[in-house]
């Protein structure tokens, strides 16, 4: 069936240092979608991300869609220790509603 | 409430028994999806509810999985005769979206932590 994938896995950074993980699908996604969960808590949603080489930003945070609209990427700038968690992404595709997620990336940072 | 409510957030069943685990979404959300979760991994797609129309119960895992939505707000998923790969984290969410094929921004509930002994 269709996939996200999701690298990396895990990611060990100290603390002031840049982060990034990536989804990439071989369907043409309709949109992206990131969530943050904490460890032992639920996803939050960060962004939604619809257009193709769509941009956006949220503090430290840079999220963009790939111009074919297959892969996406979330950066993080100078990372904190409230950034730690796993990082999802998750998709539709096609016309179908139900959302494909990422395995997530595990961000801990040292501080 | 504010937020998606789930209870119980944790529940020991002993294999074979019936679970039975509610999702009380935020108010005014159409669609309600249901999730599982297991340790390190990300969430599993269940099923899917607009209004209390169940859309799409293509990830169910088993016949054992049951959910509904009788009066398109509560919702219940229930598993019979619980196994030991059931335990998991099950997830609900709702959004506002409707129509169409965008989720919308999901809002989670903080999970049913179910353990089968």
């Known amino acids: 069936g269709q996939q996200v994938m999701q690298i990396p896995q895990y990611q060990h950074v100290q603390e002031g240092e840049d982060f990034t993980t990536y989804c990439n699908s071989s369907t043409t996604l309709s949109n992206i979608q990131w969530y943050k969960q904490r460890p032992g808590g639920h996803p939050v949603f960060l962004i939604q991300l619809v257009k193709s080489g769509e941009v956006k930003k949220q503090k430290r945070l840079t999220f963009q869609f790939g111009e074919a609209k297959k892969n996406s990427s979330l950066h993080i700038t100078a990372t904190q220790t409230t950034d730690v968690g796993t990082y999802f992404c998750?998709?539709?595709?096609?016309?179908?509603?139900?959302?494909?997620w990422g395995l997530g990336t595990s961000l801990a940072v040292n501080p | 409430g504010a937020g998606v409510s789930q209870s119980p957030r944790y529940k020991v069943a002993k294999r074979g028994q019936d679970v039975a685990l509610r999702c009380d979404p935020i108010?005014?959300?159409?669609?309600l999806f249901w999730y599982q979760q297991a340790l390190g991994q990300g969430p599993e797609f269940l099923t899917y509810f607009q209004n209390e129309a169940q859309l799409d119960k293509s990830g169910l895992p088993s016949d054992r999985f049951f959910a509904e939505r009788p009066e398109g707000s509560v919702s219940t998923l229930k598993i019979q005769r619980t196994q030991q790969e059931d335990s998991a984290v099950y997830l609900c969410?709702?959004?506002?979206?409707?129509?169409?094929?965008?989720?919308?921004?999901?809002?989670f509930g903080e999970g049913s932590r179910l353990t089968v002994l």
């Open positions: 969410a709702s959004s506002l979206a409707m129509g169409g094929s965008f989720t919308g921004e999901l809002f």
């Open positions: 108010s005014g959300h159409v669609s």
């Open positions: 998750a998709a539709n595709a096609g016309n179908n509603r139900k959302l494909i």
